[in-house]
């Protein structure tokens, strides 16, 4: 029987830090997701600082199995892409993806034309380096599809968070990508990411928390944690009618083939 897998959080000290419910260290975080029947976490890089300390945290000795990506997130799309790919290139034994990276036309941190290049060495890297591809899309699934079409989604490829619509969804599902499902599915306002999430076939879903962002309910207002992902997967069978052990231990096998990791 597998237990559960967080396929996207950030344990990173930049994010953690100053935050007393989760902030006391990732080993203590981590020792609490165990208890929760989480085995697997997927630390995610979003620029080269958290990315390298992303590749650190998997030395850390835990219960729970870490591996990591590196990556640069859209918000960060005019940094330097030089030392993202020599840590990408280095061949870390724990490094699992690329990414988050993609497009965010809701913030805009960066310039658009930044963002489509970012995303498009990233999916380069991917394909270079056989790595999964992990990515971020709010509001510019039109753009965002556009370039994986032209530089070509790489074979194991998932849209975290995902909180499109159904149509997003199947485009994105038609492409080969897989579909994460984070806490915002437990929102009151999340009546069309609830349509999209009971299309997604069982094969290609995965669960996450994105902590410590977007605690699911009933833990909104507080920082989220992996420990958190079981509650989003309940949450996820019961909305589309499939037992919990089924779904978790399809999400589980999901993630496993996505980042190229065996089967627990």
């Known amino acids: 029987m597998s237990r559960w897998t967080d396929a996207h959080c950030h344990l990173q000290d930049r994010f953690l830090s100053g935050d007393e419910q989760v902030a006391a260290d990732a080993r203590r975080t981590l020792e609490r997701a165990f208890g929760a029947g989480v085995d697997r976490v997927v630390v995610i890089g979003t620029d080269a600082t958290t990315s390298a300390e992303a590749l650190a945290i998997t030395d850390l000795e835990s219960p729970v199995e870490i591996f990591a990506t590196v990556g640069l997130h859209p918000h960060d799309a005019t940094e330097d892409v030089a030392p993202l790919q020599e840590m990408?290139?280095?061949?870390?034994?724990?490094?699992?993806?690329?990414?988050?990276c993609g497009l965010d036309y809701y913030y805009e941190h960066s310039p658009r034309v930044a963002q489509r290049a970012a995303f498009a060495m990233q999916i380069a890297l991917a394909h270079e380096l056989d790595l999964a591809l992990v990515i971020h899309a709010r509001d510019a699934f039109d753009?965002?599809?556009?370039?994986?079409?032209?530089?070509?989604?790489?074979?194991?490829t998932v849209i975290h968070c995902f909180t499109g619509t159904p149509e997003d969804a199947q485009h994105c599902l038609d492409l080969g990508?897989?579909?994460?499902?984070?806490?915002?599915?437990?929102?009151?306002?999340?009546?069309?990411?609830?349509?999209?999430?009971?299309?997604?076939?069982?094969?290609?879903?995965?669960?996450?928390?994105?902590?410590?962002?977007?605690?699911?309910?009933?833990?909104?207002?507080?920082?989220?944690?992996?420990?958190?992902?079981?509650?989003?997967?309940?949450?996820?069978?019961?909305?589309?009618?499939?037992?919990?052990?089924?779904?978790?231990?399809?999400?589980?096998?999901?993630?496993?083939?996505?980042?190229?990791?065996?089967v627990r």
């Open 143 to 156: 753009d965002l599809l556009a370039i994986l079409r032209s530089e070509g989604a790489p074979p194991r």
């Open 88 to 100: 990408a290139r280095a061949g870390h034994p724990r490094l699992v993806g690329i990414g988050e």
């Open 177 to 262: 990508c897989d579909i994460s499902v984070s806490g915002v599915v437990t929102f009151k306002n999340a009546a069309m990411l609830r349509e999209a999430v009971r299309l997604v076939p069982l094969d290609r879903l995965h669960v996450e928390t994105d902590s410590p962002f977007l605690a699911p309910v009933p833990h909104r207002g507080r920082a989220n944690e992996p420990a958190f992902v079981a509650e989003v997967g309940e949450f996820v069978a019961e909305l589309r009618g499939d037992e919990v052990s089924v779904l978790r231990d399809a999400t589980a096998a999901n993630s496993a083939r996505l980042f190229g990791v065996p």
